[in-house]
């Protein structure tokens, strides 16, 4: 199974994680796939401890702040975006927006 992206607007900042329920940040390698999800709520403590951003961040500037290099291939290119992770299904997608929403 694989992450499932978020179809979000390329200019989404790091706060509209939460129109999406359950979803990760993910920081995916543009040469070689390689992937790794992050809490969005993490990523917005980080920028912040680090005084580089918050919730108004947008995606694209996230990536250019990745510095160390893939494990896979061992080259710097990222991009990120928003996704569900494998095993989550819509099911429970309406169930986390139904407790978010209430």
């Not at 992450?3 to 200019?11: C, P």
């Not at 790091?14 to 999800?37: A, E, I, M």
């Not at 095993?87 to 927006?97: I, Y």
């Amino acid at each position: 199974m694989s992450w499932r992206a978020v179809q979000a607007h390329e200019t989404s900042t790091l706060g509209d994680h939460r129109r999406y329920p359950g979803c990760r940040l993910v920081v995916t390698c543009v040469l070689c796939g390689w992937s790794k999800g992050y809490r969005p709520e993490r990523m917005i403590d980080r920028l912040r401890e680090l005084r580089a951003g918050g919730h108004a961040t947008q995606l694209a500037h996230i990536a250019r702040r990745v510095a160390w290099p893939c494990p896979g291939c061992d080259r710097v290119k990222w991009r990120t975006g928003f996704a569900w992770p494998p095993g989550l299904d819509e099911r429970e997608v309406k169930r986390l927006a139904n407790l978010y929403r209430n």
